[in-house]
């Protein structure tokens, strides 16, 4: 299991009653020139693109969804991460399971034993959906900051009026905004005897007593924030229970079916693949999805190894011109500083630096 991390009451925080622009500044270690820039350009500092198909395949495991990334410039992204350090370090519930120290998918599932009636949801679209109001009335409200500290904290952490998809502290700032929200829910299942647990957007119950009453009035709740829930989903008693990616079952927690699906379907694409680039791609796929499972499967380790050993057997001569994308984009709020960018005229024209963005990613 894991080690509960170190945390203090919202009080201490650093944040708390925060009501100076440059005191804030020397939090976040940035200057207040570059805060200057974040507001002016901000769509300039990120990358907005679509998730690449990197199987393209027809096969029913590998279909590829495609979602919208809204990706920060490397100097933003700093900063947003060191406010992210800072804001994990206040006291969270025990029932969160995302974007915190010693947690993880994995002690999301522990929570859930094989046994018990299990009931799930999820938000609709919570990143695109998290109102930059609420995420404001985090820092006003219960961090307590002046309203011009609470409004750049904002600016910091949103894109426009919404949490962009790619920050990395838009895991829990979208709960962080949204805590009430969480904590009512969280009522509700003790009020019924059962067990909660959060993942980003994932809402998970179990217990002894009948979990799938909780559906009806979580979703009442979760309106009620100006937010939908969705992919609702129940499980008796008795019946494997799959949470976060794992599936706990009678004998133990192993994988769900739908990734030895998955793992059968990159080996079929492999043996397919008749160039050294597209067998550098799966090889990879499985590599990965079999050190994921090593907590799971026996011998996981010994064929992640082993594809390892031909990846590096099939790699020699391939050139990997995709190495770090983001390189191309450091460093940009200092270079606009330096060359003293002005604002963009109009509408058009940032539409169309945005396509260009998108174009070098």
Partial sequence: MYQPEIQYPIER????????RKRMCALLGCTTAELAV????????????ETADKYGSQHPALVHKPRKIQSPDPDLAKIQARLM??????????????ARKNRSYKTNAQCHKYGHGVAKLDVRKFYESTRDSYVYQFFFGKLKCSPDVAHRLTEIACLGRRLPTGSPLSPLMSFLAYGDMFNELANLAKAMELSITVYVDDIVVS???KASKFIAPAKKIIARHGLSAHKFSVRPAGAPIIVTGVCNTEKGATIPPARYRKIRALKEELGKAKSNERRVVYLKALIGQYREASSFISNAKSHAMAYQRLLEATSQGVKHKARNKGRRRSGRIKAMLANQVDAPPSTSSQAKSSSALGNKG
């Fill in 38 to 49: 974040i507001r002016r350009h901000k769509r300039k500092l990120y990358n907005h693109f």
């Fill in 85 to 98: 350090d800072l804001l994990k370090r206040i006291e969270l519930p025990d029932y969160l399971h995302s």
């Fill in 13 to 20: 925080s650093p944040l708390f009653g925060l009501q100076s």
């Fill in 207 to 209: 217990g002894a007593t």
